[in-house]
């Protein structure tokens, strides 16, 4: 642990008043959230919490008791009251009876249905016998960095007495199962004063009889560690002291905004993979430290911690004191290649003959010196709690490899748990991934109408997206709504100005540094004017082709090179119009423009073809709702030219199209997903007019 427990240690959250009235269960809740709250405590989707709770059998009318367990998958953090198993304590322990021995303590798992109480579908996890078979009312089962920093030592039954006494017992490292549920009694009952219990190599379970208690008695053995770690570490410089300098932070976002689309490239094979960059603190003087390589390539110890970062991270050759992040780019190929055949290897060694076949054998998570950490994941939740389990990681090597020496889990153990068959079924359980999952899209003119619009098309399709404006508060509003619905993880934006080179470069940099890369460019910026030719000035005609001519191509220039970095191709769809192709009165600056837009589509076509790269063009017409072009002067212009108002003008529009129907804003954001999808994979260089008709837009 750090040296420094200031900003560590725990204060007690529970609050008499919001408890008072809860039902047991309920304060199972309450206890399970405050708990999960707290990353200090257990990370994300780690540690359970249970209660055996009286209640009323159903079809008897009886007083039972229920067991209330953290369900498969769930986290106490975030968890409500659907998200508890309940199953009937008289069946789990009749389960004793079935037991068959360590051997067989898989198929233990495939009674827990039996024993479900009242119908509920919510599936029992592996760690319910553990809960169940404690002999308190109340049990908490926490995976707090301190406590595994203990646990996860040559020393650490000796170390557990020392800070805890008889408080705290120890058992040597067991897989979660049944087996381990019966040991978990056995100490009880042998130690009926017993608090909890330290397991080797995992983390901590408490108990009591009540649920305050139980609460207050987590947080109290979690402090006990984090005190003990901060008086006899005070002296020892963490991880054998510092190797490197970190570089700046701006210089550490440049190597990791260069690195992650190189890495991102050559780990989406199989599927689009979403990155995610941390330069905290505690991965900096990780990253940085002498023990840094021997420490990286023991792995990590709990469990939760491994299933989420692999058997071991992979260490980018990158030299802080003398940067050269060209020669690191080049010896990418040949480390990730070696991690692959590194993996394929343990995999050959550990597999047994009912393992599941091979997964992808990319690292997850990339620790580069001077710089960070990178981790790539299926989609940014689980790239950003991987890259959060690492830290937990890192924390514990710190704790234990100051204090004895930090031990990982056993090579064959590690390869049982992530290739448990229990596992294997969860994961087949797993949804189908969206159209778009894992695919990152960055829409232009974000802020407006068929720009938020297609957003959320690729959101609903599970894309992570960055909308870019010029208007900072306009792309930040639509971005919070945005995430609101689909979640932080999935939305960014950033400030950009199309017309300007500079602006371009750093959006992108912000781009490959949120998520790693780039498959999906929807240059969407808009502008409108109209006026006769005689009263085009130059600064109109100018600001046109600089929005719609040049910004274009800006932006196309830029994805072109993330996109070939990447070398898994892409899609780029350009929001041209209806006047690119039929020209219009009083409109000469704005439809040559847009003339152009479509052109500049076709020809980079042509240069994207060889990379795998489509870039297809979308000719909208007259979507006035929602957008954002059609507010101020340009309403005001094209109303005049018509001789009308805003209302007369939408229905001059509808009336004039072949099929008498308004253009709005979704109906351009699903052409853009068509574009964007797999399902038009093999068009390039084509034109999709979304204009109710128009014949004089005939591309043909």
């Not at 911690?305 to 080049?330: G, N, Q, S, Y």
Request: charged fraction near 25%; glycine fraction near 8%.
């Amino acid at each position: 642990m750090p040296n420094n427990n200031d900003d560590l240690r725990l204060t007690l959250q529970w609050e008499e008043a919001a408890a008072s009235g809860m039902t047991q269960s309920e304060l199972l809740l309450y206890r399970s959230n405050l708990l999960g709250s707290d990353k200090r405590i257990t990370n994300y989707g780690g540690g359970n919490t249970s209660a055996k709770v009286i209640e009323t059998d159903p079809l008897t009318g009886e007083a039972v008791e229920i067991l209330w367990v953290k369900g498969s998958g769930g986290d106490v953090g975030t968890i409500k009251m659907d998200g508890f198993a309940t199953l009937y304590m008289e069946k789990l322990h009749a389960l004793k009876g079935l037991y068959r021995g360590p051997e067989f303590e898989d198929e233990m798992v495939g009674y827990l249905p039996h024993c479900t109480f009242n119908l509920n579908p919510r599936a029992a996890s592996i760690d319910t016998p553990l809960h169940a078979y404690v002999p308190k009312k109340h049990v908490d089962h926490m995976h707090p960095d301190a406590v595994i920093a203990i646990a996860a030592t040559a020393d650490s039954r000796e170390i557990t007495r020392k800070i805890y006494g008889d408080e705290i017992g120890w058992l040597p490292w067991k897989r979660p199962g049944y087996e381990l549920g019966l040991w978990l009694e056995k100490f009880c009952l042998e130690n009926p004063d017993a608090k909890g219990v330290v397991l080797e190599s995992h983390g901590l379970f408490t108990w009591a009889d009540d649920a305050k208690t139980c609460y207050e008695t987590t947080v109290e053995m979690i402090n006990r560690a984090i005190d003990w770690f901060a008086k006899e570490t005070a002296a020892t410089p963490a991880f054998g002291g510092a190797r490197h300098q970190p570089l700046s932070a701006n210089e550490r976002k440049v190597v990791a905004g260069r690195l992650m689309p190189a890495i991102r490239g050559m780990v989406s094979g199989k599927q689009p993979m979403v990155g995610h960059f941390d330069d905290g603190e505690a991965v900096l003087d990780f990253v940085c430290a002498n023990q840094m390589p021997q420490l990286a390539a023991l792995g990590t110890s709990c469990p939760d911690h491994f299933l989420r970062t692999k058997i071991k991270p992979l260490i980018v050759d990158f030299d802080p004191a003398a940067p050269d992040l060209e020669a690191a780019l080049a010896g990418l190929e040949s480390s990730v290649s070696a991690y692959r055949e590194d993996y394929a290897a343990y995999y050959e060694r550990c597999k047994h003959d009912d393992s599941p076949a091979l997964r992808d054998p990319n690292a997850v998570v990339y620790l580069v010196p001077g710089v960070g950490m990178i981790t790539f994941a299926k989609d940014k939740a689980t790239a950003r709690i991987s890259g959060e389990f690492y830290v937990n990681a890192i924390n514990v090597m710190r704790g234990a490899s100051s204090v004895s020496t930090y031990c990982g889990l056993p090579e064959q153990e590690a390869f049982d748990i992530e290739y448990w068959l229990l596992e294997e079924a969860k994961l087949q359980r797993m949804p189908k991934p969206k159209s778009l999952a894992g695919k990152i899209a960055l829409v232009t003119g974000g802020a407006g109408g068929i720009g938020s619009a297609t957003a959320e098309r690729y959101l609903q399709e599970g894309a992570c997206v960055i909308l870019a404006d010029i208007d900072e508060g306009a792309v930040r509003a639509t971005a919070e709504q945005l995430a609101l619905r689909y979640s932080p993880d999935v939305v960014r934006s950033v400030v950009m100005d199309v017309t300007s080179e500079a602006a371009v470069e750093a959006a992108y940099g912000q781009v490959a540094l949120h998520y790693g890369g780039l498959d999906i460019l929807v240059s969407n910026a808009g502008i409108a004017s109209s006026a006769p030719i005689e009263d085009t000035t130059l600064d109109l005609w100018n600001r046109n082709m600089s929005i719609l001519s040049t910004g274009y191509f800006l932006v196309s220039r830029a994805a072109f090179r993330l996109m070939k970095a990447q070398t898994i191709g892409g899609s780029i769809v350009f929001i041209a119009s209806k006047n690119g192709l039929a020209a219009s009165p009083n409109a000469s600056a704005y439809c040559t423009a847009k003339a152009s837009e479509i052109h500049l589509a076709r020809c980079l076509a042509l240069e994207g073809a060889p990379d795998g790269i489509r870039v297809n063009v979308v000719n909208p017409d007259a979507v006035l709702r929602g957008s954002r072009i059609w507010e101020g002067e340009w309403l005001e212009q094209r109303a005049s030219t018509y001789g009308t108002d805003k209302e007369g003008l939408e229905d001059m529009y509808r009336q004039r199209s072949m099929l008498k129907r308004s253009v709005l804003p979704e109906d351009i954001a699903e052409a853009a997903y068509f574009f964007a999808s797999e399902i038009s994979a093999k068009s390039t260089g084509n034109i999709i007019n979304v204009d109710a008709g128009n014949k004089e837009a005939f591309t043909r």
